[in-house]
């Protein structure tokens, strides 16, 4: 619609020109169109009504009906066909219509709001402009109604999701039905940013935010007029999100680690923030968990992050093979989380048992018998199996050097024997050298006296 700035016309004295070979003669118009006597266009006035004049909250449509009349100077008053009249409201172009042969025009619009209509013609070169008088009409304010909702339901800090909701007004029924095309102010109300988004033909919005500490967004639609009720609604205000947290930096050592020893978790929590993460400054439980496969996950000690730093280091008891990784407990302000599971190798102890050469003492020449067993701690002590390697040492006495004599396997019990020719005086020894998966291990030495 557009605004209306009504001008009438004036003219000079008008006669009708025939264009005829010998001559161009001047013949006058009828007394009923012509100006008057001095020259101006001829007045005109308006009969104008609208109906109804209270109008209810579907707004219209409003009927509108009139007839344009020339004043002559003598006091006779005649139709004027043929011009163009403008309905308004002052601010908005309700229609436009012609007047027929008995100056009559008619139409109809909805209202908009309350105020005054009337008519007007810019006039012609025969006829003068001019208004009808202003008929009050008074437009009920529909009511409104502005819903709004977050998707998806935000989870944390940072979180994207939609404002969405859905703008509607109220008919003469009292039903509810969408409003499209209306500007919905969102407002952002922790950074004072506001923007305008607009209700499609369903009525629905959206609006795309990322999720701060405490979300208070305010909606609002505010109709520029007096047809509709303003609505308002609000997200947040009572909500404090969490933040994600995430363990950076985790190391596990060392690897491999001898079974029944501490294993060393070192690392830092910390928390997403809306610009990137941010340290957990206020100390968060951070529990090292253990899966022998990486799959399922069980508690073997806790610590807390630095309130400082969000750093952690503390240790946990390593007993197999498997995987370690640091968990962020969670409370109210921070979202629990995992790291990546950390690979452990474990060596398993080894010792020896019942340990002896005999016999003793022993005459020069004959024989001595070394004998033992290989134990390894796997969840308890139990005799190791075949194949172990054992070395036997020899070292004679007042000597520091002990010398290599022999490499035995273990039998499927993990006990070995091997026989010697006493020579002198002496200790035997046996180690284990240890291998991927156990440690090594040494035997008692057992002297022997030869005779």
């Known amino acids: 619609m557009r605004r209306d700035d009504p001008k009438a016309r004036g003219t000079s004295r008008m006669l009708a020109a025939v264009l005829v070979p010998a001559a161009l003669v001047l013949v006058p118009l009828p007394a009923s169109a012509a100006p008057d006597a001095a020259g101006d266009p001829v007045p005109t006035h308006f009969e104008f009504s609208v109906a109804p004049t209270d109008v209810g909250v579907d707004h219209g449509p409003v009927?509108?009906?009139?007839?344009?009349?020339?004043?002559?100077?003598?006091?006779?008053?005649?139709?004027?066909?043929?011009?163009?009249?403008?309905?308004?409201?002052?601010?908005?172009?309700?229609?436009?219509?012609?007047?027929?042969?008995e100056g009559r025009f008619a139409g109809s619009s909805p209202a908009h709001r309350t105020g005054t209509v009337y008519a007007w013609t810019q006039g012609s070169r025969e006829y003068k402009g001019g208004f009808s008088d202003k008929v009050p009409i008074t437009v009920a304010k529909a009511e409104t109604r502005l819903s709004v909702a977050p998707a998806p339901t935000p989870q944390a800090v940072g979180d994207t999701a939609e404002l969405a909701g859905k703008l509607e007004r109220r008919t003469s029924t009292g039903d509810y039905v969408p409003f499209g095309g209306q500007p919905v102010r969102v407002?952002?109300?922790?950074?004072?940013?506001?923007?305008?988004?607009?209700?499609?033909?369903?009525?629905?919005?959206?609006?795309?935010?990322?999720?701060?500490?405490?979300?208070?967004?305010?909606?609002?639609?505010?109709?520029?007029?007096?047809?509709?009720?303003?609505?308002?609604?609000?997200?947040?205000?009572?909500?404090?999100?969490?933040?994600?947290?995430?363990?950076?930096?985790?190391?596990?050592?060392?690897?491999?680690?001898?079974s029944g020893q501490n294993v060393t978790l070192k690392g830092t929590a910390v928390r997403q923030g809306l610009d990137g993460?941010?340290?957990?400054?206020?100390?968060?439980?951070?529990?090292?968990?253990?899966?022998?496969?990486?799959?399922?996950?069980?508690?073997?000690?806790?610590?807390?992050?630095?309130?400082?730093?969000?750093?952690?280091?503390?240790?946990?008891?390593?007993?197999?093979?498997?995987?370690?990784?640091?968990?962020?407990?969670?409370?109210?302000?921070?979202?629990?989380?995992?790291?990546?599971?950390?690979?452990?190798?474990?060596?398993?102890?080894?010792?020896?048992?019942?340990?002896?050469?005999?016999?003793?003492?022993?005459?020069?020449?004959?024989?001595?018998?070394?004998?033992?067993s290989l134990e390894r701690d796997m969840t308890g002590w139990k005799r190791a199996g075949a194949g172990a390697a054992i070395n036997i040492y020899f070292q004679a006495k007042g000597s520091t050097a002990r010398k290599l004599i022999t490499v035995v396997k273990t039998d499927s019990k993990g006990a070995f024997r091997k026989g010697f020719t006493a020579s002198k005086d002496g200790t035997y020894l046996a180690t284990y050298s240890g291998s991927t998966t156990y440690v090594g291990s040494t035997a008692p030495g057992d002297y022997v006296d030869v005779r």
């Not at 093979?321 to 474990?346: C, E, F, H, I």
Request: charged share 20%; no cysteine.
């Open 63 to 101: 009927t509108y009906q009139g007839r344009l009349v020339a004043d002559e100077a003598d006091g006779a008053e005649h139709p004027v066909p043929g011009l163009r009249v403008v309905i308004s409201d002052g601010r908005d172009q309700w229609g436009t219509a012609t007047t027929d042969a």
């Open 187 to 258: 407002w952002e109300v922790n950074t004072g940013i506001r923007t305008n988004v607009y209700t499609k033909a369903d009525g629905t919005y959206r609006y795309a935010v990322r999720m701060p500490v405490r979300p208070l967004w305010s909606l609002s639609f505010e109709p520029d007029g007096q047809s509709f009720t303003p609505a308002y609604a609000s997200y947040g205000g009572n909500i404090t999100l969490p933040y994600r947290t995430v363990i950076q930096g985790l190391t596990v050592t060392p690897t491999p680690v001898v």
């Open 277 to 372: 993460p941010e340290t957990l400054v206020d100390g968060t439980q951070i529990n090292a968990e253990f899966s022998p496969d990486g799959k399922t996950w069980q508690f073997a000690a806790a610590s807390i992050t630095n309130p400082d730093t969000g750093t952690f280091n503390f240790t946990a008891r390593a007993y197999q093979a498997g995987y370690w990784r640091a968990a962020v407990k969670g409370d109210s302000y921070s979202l629990p989380s995992v790291s990546t599971g950390q690979k452990v190798a474990v060596k398993y102890r080894t010792r020896f048992s019942a340990f002896n050469a005999a016999p003793e003492p022993v005459r020069k020449g004959k024989t001595i018998t070394v004998t033992g």
